[in-house]
């Protein structure tokens, strides 16, 4: 079975500070791993994914992810924070190839930026 | 249109009423989602479609049916609901087989009274 946790559902950077969203999972078979961000009153939008070769993947709007096996974890993070970086976000994992189309969903972290 | 869309983007509604949410997939995509999103509580999977045949229903009630007629459409009929069930209805799409990303609609927040 698979699971995701995202440590913190809520964090909390200034304006210009690191941010870093942790995601950690169980998988029994290779992943594929995915973080969607999540603006008031809209749905999910994908901001990168991970499914194989290079482990650092970057994603829009600044963001990066890097998948790290023997941690089991697949850390956001962005250099500097903008304000329109609040949003929720969500970690997914996905039993990579032979997908039946089903993801599992961390339960979120909500993002506030401090001017 | 491009990517995912639904209709409507808000509904209230009683409990005796019954309504319909609609979903199109303008990406050629051959498997199509429902999901629940309560305030509080994590995104809850409620139905998957895959070319238009239902694959899993995660123990969801009966007033809750949906409706796949082709692999572009996806509706979710709504019947005596109860007030719980007031919550964000998202909708999304994927390609099974090659590309595994869903991509997610806009939602309909449903308030049921």
């Known amino acids: 079975a698979q699971s995701v946790t995202q440590l913190g559902s809520h964090v909390s950077v200034s304006e210009g500070a690191l941010v870093l969203l942790r995601c950690n999972y169980s998988s029994s078979v290779p992943p594929y791993l995915f973080w969607y961000v999540q603006y008031p009153n809209q749905g999910l939008q994908l901001l990168l994914k991970y499914t194989t070769g290079a482990t650092l993947v970057k994603g829009i709007n600044g963001f990066e992810a890097e998948f790290k096996k023997s941690e089991t974890s697949f850390h956001l993070t962005k250099p500097s924070a903008h304000m329109s970086d609040a949003a929720e976000y969500f970690c997914a994992v996905s039993p990579g190839s032979g997908n039946t189309g089903k993801l599992i969903f961390g339960q979120g972290t909500t993002l506030q930026v401090k001017p | 249109e491009t990517g995912v869309t639904q209709t409507p983007r808000h509904l209230v509604m009683g409990m005796t009423n019954k309504k319909s949410l609609k979903c199109e997939q303008h990406l050629g995509h051959n498997a199509m989602y429902w999901y629940k999103q309560s305030a509080k509580k994590p995104l809850e999977l409620m139905f998957v479609y895959n070319f238009k045949e239902q694959t899993e229903n995660n123990s969801v009630p009966s007033r809750f049916s949906p409706e796949c007629p082709n692999s572009s459409h996806l509706f979710l009929h709504l019947h005596t609901l109860q007030p719980e069930d007031s919550a964000l209805y998202l909708c999304?799409?994927?390609?099974?087989?090659?590309?595994?990303?869903?991509?997610f609609g806009p939602g309909t927040r449903l308030l049921v009274l």
């Open positions: 999304a799409s994927s390609q099974v087989g090659r590309e595994e990303t869903q991509y």
